[in-house]
């Protein structure tokens, strides 16, 4: 069969077809077989044999039981030597590899591609970046070339481009994924990196970005917007100043309060000076408010008292003491 490949994929097929037991070694073998004749019909311009032959492969990639056996990464290989770009698409969206897969739609670039782009945004916002680079770097070329001729208009081509641009821009102001900074760098074809000017393969770095009627909206939307945070940042400070000046005033007027209640309360009682006093001064006896008994009273009590004041203000009270 090294001689005669086309003779190994019939029997291989014929195995195939009626359900025979295959290796995944035989299965790979037939794929293998099968993308060669795909690849030698599309240079001889075969085109009835290169669509059968197309048919049959994306038939063994989509039998779910068959592509178990064949092993995904190495089926990639084999679609990937035979630049199988169904078979590669397919098997990026199987493995889930989506930057293989957006280059793979940017290099197709039709209207299908771009939506299948869109969707995966939807998805997956942080792919928002690459989508409007590639969608940028294809309107690049389209308005370079013969731009004489070029009509920008919702119906042609480029003006179904640039609507899809405005659409991912929408989707942009919606996510809020994107700062607005970066996303004016990726319209004026600067770069879609953060801080670099990052560009992807195959894009040139010769591109001009997009026309500005395309970005009017985005742009405008987003300025009143940050019109809108900056007048409510304002609101808030000098919400916040008012706060601020009423809460010193509080503290001014509770300062003012506190000297005034210190001042008035200066002649208060002192209880111990009172008691020094009554030790210091005996009683006079023979007086007539104040009486020898009274006095030995007022002693008696007060070393009992767990209160002298009270005790004091008592004999006070009855005109015993001065």
């Known amino acids: 069969f090294l001689e005669n490949p ?24 037939l794929l293998e077989l099968t993308l060669e004749e ?9 085109t009835d044999r290169e669509t059968l032959r197309r048919q049959e492969a994306i038939a063994m990639l ?8 064949l092993g995904d990464y190495e089926t990639l290989v084999i679609v990937q030597q035979q630049d199988f770009i169904d078979g590669m698409i397919m098997l990026y969206e199987k493995l889930q590899m989506a930057p293989m897969l957006l280059e793979k739609y940017a290099e197709d670039g039709s209207y299908k591609a771009r939506r299948q782009m869109l969707a995966m ?34 119906e042609s081509e480029i003006g179904e481009l ?9 989707m942009a ?26 560009r992807k393969e195959g894009i040139s770095s010769s591109q001009n970005g997009v026309p500005l009627s395309v970005a009017l909206e985005y742009i405008g939307t987003v300025m009143d917007e940050q ?21 010193e005033s509080e503290i001014n007027e509770l300062l003012a309060l506190e000297k005034s209640s210190k001042a008035s309360s200066t002649g208060g009682i002192n209880i111990d000076e009172m008691y020094t006093k009554l030790n210091g001064s005996p009683l006079e006896s023979g007086s007539e408010k104040k009486s020898e008994l009274a006095s030995e009273e007022f002693w008696r009590q007060m070393e009992q008292s767990s209160d002298r004041f009270e005790t004091i203000a008592r004999f006070f009270a009855k005109d015993i003491i001065e």
């Open 6 to 29: 086309k003779l190994l994929r019939v029997i291989l097929a014929h195995c195939e077809k009626n359900k025979r037991i295959m290796n995944p070694s035989l299965r790979r073998m």
């Open 38 to 46: 795909w690849n030698s019909a599309k240079r001889s311009k075969d």
């Open 62 to 69: 989509s039998d779910r039981a068959a592509s178990e056996e």
């Open 121 to 154: 945004c939807r998805s997956d916002p942080e792919l928002l970046a690459d989508v409007l680079g590639y969608f940028v770097g294809m309107a690049g070329e389209q308005i370079g070339l013969d731009e004489d001729d070029q009509s920008i208009n919702s």
């Open 162 to 170: 640039l609507d899809d641009i405005k659409e991912g821009l929408s």
């Open 173 to 198: 102001q919606s996510q809020g994924v994107l700062p607005p900074v970066r996303v004016v760098r990726i319209l004026a074809g600067i770069g879609i990196g953060q801080f670099t000017e990052e």
């Open 227 to 247: 019109s809108q945070e900056i007048d409510q940042l304002k609101n808030n400070i000098e919400e916040y100043n008012n706060m601020c000046n009423e809460m």
